[in-house]
């Protein structure tokens, strides 16, 4: 097993980083003063979030995630396959299925191992919640799908849906017509409309098994990748008629990710996480 004092940075195939601390031996860290400081890509490790794990009643393991900003996250699609490697990799967890409690829920997770060395992670990421209520977003209707409003003197089309994380989609035709940034900050903030605040994605459909996305992310702002978006991204453009199957390959900017789902939006998501170094705590 590693050393006590270890942070243990990953990344995913996305190019989405997140920084690893077993809490089962730092109990008392401050995890939002601490995601602050080390998620600083300045002044810091750098990363998009921060993830710990601790003893479960209800799991094998939990994960605790915090945004880079030092919110607290219900979930991450990306951030709970580097935490699934992690904690099979240090012997947390030594067992190819196993499942993890989160503020969203439990979550199943099933390993693929090449010369015992994890190579895949499939994550059972749950139903898909159309609900607006349960996003929640303020809009006069049930479910939220391509609903107009105005951001930043621009009107546009959105589509939300609660997928552990509330997501907000807006297809688009031409990226060049949408700075992303600006229209994605804005829309997070948009407590009005969403009180919890929102993820963003824009997405071009290229045909019934690809999709691009980009992706601005509450609490971490423009990322190279989400797992949890790639995951709402499929499941609202196809209740939107915009695909026709029900697996879909989601390009982002960082890489790919492959997400199935059912009739029901029963969303499974599959990708890679690899390790890109390890370091100590300083005292």
């Not at 099979?88 to 409690?101: H, L, P």
Request: hydrophobic share 35%.
């Amino acid at each position: 097993r590693p050393p006590r004092s270890t942070l243990f940075p990953y990344t995913t195939l996305f190019r989405s980083d997140f920084i690893l601390v077993n809490g089962l031996e730092y109990r008392d860290l401050d995890l939002s003063s601490t995601a602050k400081k080390v998620c600083d890509r300045h002044f810091g490790i750098g990363a998009d979030g921060l993830m710990t794990c601790e003893e479960s009643k209800v799991a094998d393991i939990k994960m605790n995630y915090y945004n880079s900003d030092g919110s607290r996250g219900e979930m991450c699609g990306n951030g709970i396959r580097c935490f699934s490697k992690f904690v099979y990799d240090n012997g947390v967890v030594r067992k190819e299925s196993f499942s993890v409690e989160t503020d969203a829920g439990i979550k199943y997770i099933d390993l693929t191992l090449e010369s015992e060395e994890v190579k895949y992670i499939s994550v059972d990421m749950g139903r898909a919640d159309f609900r607006a209520t349960s996003v929640p977003c303020t809009l006069d209707s049930e479910i939220i799908l391509e609903k107009e409003i105005e951001v930043e003197g621009q009107k546009l089309k959105i589509s939300s849906v609660l997928m552990g994380v509330p997501h907000t989609v807006i297809l688009v035709d031409d990226y060049d017509n949408y700075d992303i940034d600006r229209l994605g900050k804005a829309i997070e903030y948009s407590t009005d409309i969403f009180p919890r605040k929102t993820n963003v994605n824009f997405i071009q459909v290229v045909d019934d098994e690809n999709i691009i996305i980009k992706t601005w992310e509450r609490g971490a702002s423009r990322t190279l990748g989400c797992g949890t978006g790639c995951c709402s991204s499929a499941v609202i453009a196809h209740k939107l008629g915009k695909i026709k199957g029900n697996s879909v390959k989601l390009t982002t900017e960082g890489g790919e990710v492959f997400v199935t789902f059912d009739n029901e939006y029963n969303v499974i998501m599959k990708g890679s996480a690899e390790t890109i170094c390890t370091g100590e705590f300083l005292k």
